[in-house]
């Protein structure tokens, strides 16, 4: 085995940290401990230039960990402790920061807590109260087959504006194993979807059009661990400035590409100067 580290994670908190480092502004609401890790985060996503004003937890749970073996071929493994985020509750939710956001971006996994889940939807309440949009990443496939039919729903009723899925999670979200297929029944859910294709790029669909743009380039994969959430910051940003649709892509998988090229979720460079030396709107 070789040698460990520990570093900060978390999907949108990753998300988050893409949209800072490309130049924009975040911010994160999020529930840790008061504990060594919880300070680890807290100071790690700040140090990005994330607001994070949540209040940590004083008792109960541990911070959360995720315990992550990386092979080779840059492919991960994942098993996690959820701790402290459990209690993440509506009350935590931050008007202010949801009604200044242009998007508010929630995970799938907030579905796991009932808490959470009540966090989820008064974000999203709130949101659409100020005109803002909401954005759900679908966060893995076994997180679909456990709230499926809810997850549906939320489309239906246009709780959720925008879905963000790999080819996997879509596929388990309308049970085919075709991608044409569950690429045509998100097209008639009227969401503007946002798919990962890993190796063979990213694709926008909705009911008018469908935009897809390549991989970015890289040198060597490393660890895939936090390309999705990347690629959601890159795409994000690009969205809240009125980018087209081809470039916000792009800007994702810029984000995504340089990330899995060393190990951790969040990046080493910055996404800001990349992007300018791409000649993209950074």
């Not at 009911?207 to 060597?220: G, K, M, N, S, W």
């Not at 940003?237 to 009125?242: H, W």
């Not at 470039?247 to 996404?271: M, Y």
Request: overall charge negative; charged content about 25%; aromatic content about 8%.
């Amino acid at each position: 085995m070789g040698p460990a580290e520990i570093i900060s994670g978390g999907c949108a908190a990753n998300t988050a940290s893409g949209v800072a480092s490309l130049g924009g502004r975040a911010a994160f609401i999020g529930k840790v401990r008061q504990d060594t890790l919880g300070e680890l985060f807290a100071q790690n996503i700040r140090a990005f230039g994330v607001d994070f004003e949540t209040l940590p937890a004083t008792s109960g749970p541990a911070t959360a960990r995720s315990f992550i073996m990386v092979t080779p071929d840059g492919e991960r493994t994942m098993n996690t402790y959820l701790g402290a985020c459990q209690g993440l509750g509506p009350d935590d939710v931050a008007e202010r920061a949801v009604t200044m956001s242009a998007f508010i971006y929630l995970e799938g996994y907030l579905w796991d807590p009932p808490l959470a889940k009540e966090a989820f939807r008064k974000a999203a309440e709130i949101a659409h109260g100020a005109g803002r949009k909401v954005a759900l990443t679908l966060s893995d496939a076994f997180c679909v087959d456990r709230y499926r039919d809810e997850f549906m729903e939320l489309l239906r009723s246009r709780v959720v504006d925008i879905l963000f899925a790999n080819e996997h999670e879509l596929k388990s979200l309308f049970t085919t194993e075709d991608f044409e297929t569950a690429v045509a029944a998100l097209r008639d859910m009227g969401a503007l979807g946002v798919v990962t294709r890993g190796a063979n790029g990213a694709m926008t669909v909705t009911r008018e059009d469908t935009v897809a743009v390549p991989a970015f380039p890289i040198e060597r994969l490393v660890d895939t661990t936090g390309a999705g959430d990347l690629f959601a910051g890159g795409f994000l940003f690009g969205l809240a400035r009125g980018f087209p649709e081809k470039e916000c892509l792009r800007l994702g998988t810029l984000a995504a590409a340089e990330v899995i090229q060393h190990i951790g979720a969040r990046p080493q460079r910055s996404l800001k100067e990349l992007a300018e030396q791409e000649g993209l709107a950074g």
